[in-house]
């Protein structure tokens, strides 16, 4: 192909809001969180729609500008104005906000209206972060424009897996201590959970083993991942541990140990691979 001979103002023009067709049926309001079924939507692709937890829907990082009932079949079919750029939304009640030292933590939605810090179990990503409290759960939150909510789902919507290798078993069954020690964290985050899928079955007399997470030697509330010789019998078994509930953060250049701890039985040979997913935050 060959180089551009003409200048194109229209290639260099800001791209700061759009106008979107909507899904047939849906009622969109001013001041609702706006997305598009994507690809991945199970349906009528390609259509703007409210955000929700509903798979395949992109978010688009802005608020509907007008009250509007979708209607495919008219001609022309309704559209809205939506606002891509990054924005405050004042005041707003935010789940599980109740002082200052929420500020700089992510919020999540849960629909087009309601927003909370805990992030749902599926269908969800963050879609901003607090930067003032005011009093109860009454907060301002940066909103994430589409630039940065693309961003962030292509690199996982702000979470990793981290492998950290084996745990074997021997003769001698689970050693009582730290079985992986210094373990360098990169960036700012939190352990979401740790897990393990059996890379060779479990053997022995029964029993379990206990795995639990250090960071700078603290041992983090929950995430207790227990190995049953039962459970891990059969080659890809995945097992997860409890939920991490506090002292799970981490800043760059923690380090973390995996300590183990045996219970009834002896587990004599065998093998899991364990990984731990973190989800990353702002700052340091």
């Known amino acids: 192909m060959a180089d551009k001979t003409s200048s194109d103002p229209q290639a260099v023009a800001g791209a700061e809001r759009i106008s979107v067709e909507i899904a047939d049926g849906v009622q969109t309001y001013a001041g609702g969180l706006a997305a598009i079924r994507g690809p991945g939507h199970a349906t009528t692709q390609g259509y703007a729609d409210v955000l929700g937890d509903t798979p395949g829907l992109i978010p688009l990082g802005g608020f509907f500008s007008d009250q509007t009932l979708g209607a495919t079949s008219d001609t022309p079919p309704p559209e809205n104005n939506v606002d891509l750029r990054n924005k405050i939304w004042k005041r707003k009640a935010v789940t599980g906000v109740a002082s200052r030292a929420d500020i700089g933590k992510l919020v999540y939605a849960t629909d087009d209206q309601t927003v909370t810090l805990t992030k749902p179990a599926d269908d969800a990503m963050a879609i901003g972060v607090v930067v003032e409290w005011h009093t109860s759960t009454t907060c301002d939150v940066f909103l994430f424009g589409f630039a940065v909510l693309s961003a962030l789902a292509l690199s996982g919507g702000g979470f990793s897996v981290i492998p950290l290798g084996q745990v074997q078993f021997t003769a001698a069954g689970l050693i009582d201590g730290d079985l992986k020690t210094g373990i360098a964290m990169r960036g700012h985050g939190k352990i979401i959970s740790m897990y393990c899928v059996t890379n060779t079955a479990l053997v022995g007399s029964g029993g379990t083993g206990l795995l639990n997470v250090e960071i700078g030697g603290t041992n983090t509330t929950g995430g207790v ?19 991490f509930t506090a002292l799970n953060e981490y800043h760059d250049g923690d380090t973390i140990d995996i300590e183990g701890a045996s219970t ?3 587990i004599t040979s065998g093998s899991v691979d364990l990984f731990l997913v973190v989800e990353h935050m702002i700052g340091l």
């Not at 991942?225 to 939920?243: D, F, N, V």
């Open 225 to 243: 991942l227990t190995l049953s010789q039962s459970a891990g019998a059969t080659l890809g078994t995945t097992l997860t541990s409890t939920a």
């Open 264 to 266: 009834g039985g002896t």
